[in-house]
């Protein structure tokens, strides 16, 4: 504030209080497909292929997700969001363990982090803990290459992920359930029955998988993780796309490898439906449709043509 020690004109800057408007940046972009893991009720945020799978896996034959990201990054891209899509009837795996009581009842539930068959690949390993072995606990989760098939050096296939002095008492730090929903990117815990006593810990176990074993002591139940059967179709995508509705620093929307009309209509009328129209629809043809006359007659079939997305061809 300028000080007033004589007559005059005096000015002073006062801040409006209205910030300039930030664009998004046109290397961001959100993709939209199947994955072979990961959440399916959010929009994640991604920096890089080695993130991308960790939360959502690998190549899989169904969908050109993984694909289109790992190009996105090799080009050069700093960021993405994915958006993964699943069938109605995927199952998560999950398995169900006693505790070693004289009369054992069930006590953890151990399911994979998110729905589909890659849950079924997961195994467990449950000892003592390291640091108070008479009561803590320890788990250890290994993948396996085959589902049906334990390695005969299981034990010396390096963990992706070790939870040590865990606990069943739910006052504790080391809760187990508080531990692993927070921490694991492989596994969530639904506690049964908490118990604070050395004989409510789950059993020891050398190898339990989760989603296929076989019903026997520790193991009292087991649902197997499926990526489901049922439809799929554009619209199970479309929908998909509220997902990004809170997100405004991305402006490239893509559904890699569903190149149809429908697709392509469904993708430009949510960009331009979106309140800031700040997004922009980067659709394509499917595979077979090379020639100069396909992508006219795309153009053609397309009902909701607009300026908020364009179809990369061939």
Partial sequence: MATLSYPGVYMEEVSSGVRPIAAASTS???????????????AKRITNWTQFQKYYGTFIKESYLAESVFQFFNNGGNQCYIVRVTRSDAETADVTVQNRAASPVPCVKFLAKNKGAWGNY???????????PGNT?????????????????????????????????????NYVETVLNNRSYLVDVDVLK?????????????????????????????????????????TSYSDAFSKLDPITDFSLLAVPGIG????????????????????????????DEDEPTDAKDFRKLLTKPNSYGAVYYP
């Fill in 122 to 132: 997961l195994y467990l390993q449950i000892e003592d803990g390291m640091d108070d």
């Fill in 28 to 42: 961001t972009a959100a993709f939209v497909g199947r994955a072979e893991k990961g959440p399916d009720d959010e």
């Fill in 194 to 234: 908490a118990g604070v006593t050395p004989e409510e810990r789950p059993a020891n176990a050398d190898v339990i998988q989760i989603g296929k074993n076989a019903v026997e002591t520790p193991v009292t139940a087991v649902t197997e993780g499926t990526d489901g059967t049922g439809d799929l179709n554009e």
């Fill in 137 to 173: 606990f320890k788990i250890s989760i290994r993948k396996q290459e085959k589902e049906t098939i334990t390695a005969d050096n299981f034990a010396e296939i390096t963990p992706l992920e070790v939870h040590d002095n865990l606990s069943m008492d739910a006052d504790s730090a």
């Fill in 260 to 287: 149809t009309t429908i697709m392509m209509d469904e993708g430009m009328n949510y960009c331009s439906k979106r309140p800031l129209q700040d997004v922009f629809y980067i659709g394509e043809m499917s595979s």
